[in-house]
């Protein structure tokens, strides 16, 4: 279905499939002249932001030189190799761990644990097909337009307990107001929310929330400065950082998170949220 939705939104202009996206989202037309939810504004950033100007810093290669210059390469995950081409990978020089991602686009990413499992053969097929994929023309997210695609190849991470903890830290205006955290990514994934404060909110959006209770991690003041670093200049932009053990590395930038079709619940928290996101700083 989720396939099938995606190549006929591929052929639709880009505004349709935005009102198409909200109607699905908030069971309402996207209102683009007074917009009010969350994901309303998304579509709003998306159709009126001009995003374009940001193709290098969604693109998950070129992003590493804005992070370089803004917190330092130490933040970085290790690259093993970057193709042009599928043909060029060549599985015996890698090691037995790894990750394959694109560079463009989300959700587009082989996790390697053990190469000798590994079935090259259809690792490349899935790779062609998202090497194929144009991600813009049915997300209609004006900055994955014009980035020239690449296969990246970055070492695998894990913490001591052979996961790996996202962090994702709203921030508007520069300032970090909300943190996600991702878990069970490739198994049973969750998402829960917190104040910078670290106290938890009684907040969801599509996953659904975990049922435990997260300590407050030793990094915290500096999850919350690297990503404020990160987001400065920005009216409204989600930093992404994985945790492995006390340690963090940059994910990436994203400008349009879920592409606008994952609202928040209750919908009082979504539409607080909204109000965060002052659109006319977009024009100036």
């Known amino acids: 279905m989720k396939r099938a939705m995606r190549k006929i939104f591929t052929y639709m202009p880009d505004r349709l499939v935005m009102q198409i996206d909200n109607l699905r989202t908030y069971g309402r037309f996207l209102n683009l002249n007074n917009p009010k939810f969350y994901g309303e504004k998304i579509q709003w950033i998306k159709a009126c932001g001009n995003l374009e100007r940001f193709t290098s810093l969604v693109d998950k290669y070129l992003v590493r030189d804005f992070v370089k210059e803004k917190i330092g390469e130490e933040y970085l995950p290790r690259i093993i190799s970057i193709y042009d081409d599928v043909n060029e990978i060549n599985y015996k020089v890698l090691p037995d761990k790894f990750v394959l991602k694109m560079n463009d686009g989300s959700d587009k990413n082989i996790v390697c644990k053990d190469k000798a499992q590994l079935d090259t053969e259809e690792t490349n097929k899935t790779l062609r097909k998202l090497f194929n ?45 909300l943190i996600e955290i991702h878990t069970g990514r490739y198994k049973d994934y969750r998402e829960d929310y917190y104040e910078p404060s670290w106290i938890r909110l009684a907040l969801g959006g599509k996953a659904k929330n975990s049922l435990k209770n997260f300590e407050k991690p030793a990094f915290l003041d500096s999850l919350i400065k690297l990503s404020e670093k990160l987001a400065s200049g920005f009216e409204y932009i ?28 209750p919908i009082e928290e979504d539409l607080r949220l909204a109000k965060l996101i002052d659109l006319k700083k977009y024009n100036k």
């Not at 989600?238 to 619940?265: C, H, I, M, Q």
């Open 238 to 265: 989600r930093v992404d950082f994985n945790a492995v053990d006390e340690k963090l590395y940059f994910s990436e930038l994203t400008f349009t998170p879920s592409n606008g079709t994952d609202k928040f619940k």
């Open 133 to 177: 994929e144009d991600y813009y023309k049915y997300t209609k997210e004006p900055q994955y337009k014009n980035i020239k695609k690449k296969i990246i190849c970055e070492e695998y991470l894990e913490d001591k307990n052979g996961e790996l903890i996202e962090y994702g830290l709203h921030c508007f205006s520069g300032k970090a107001q």
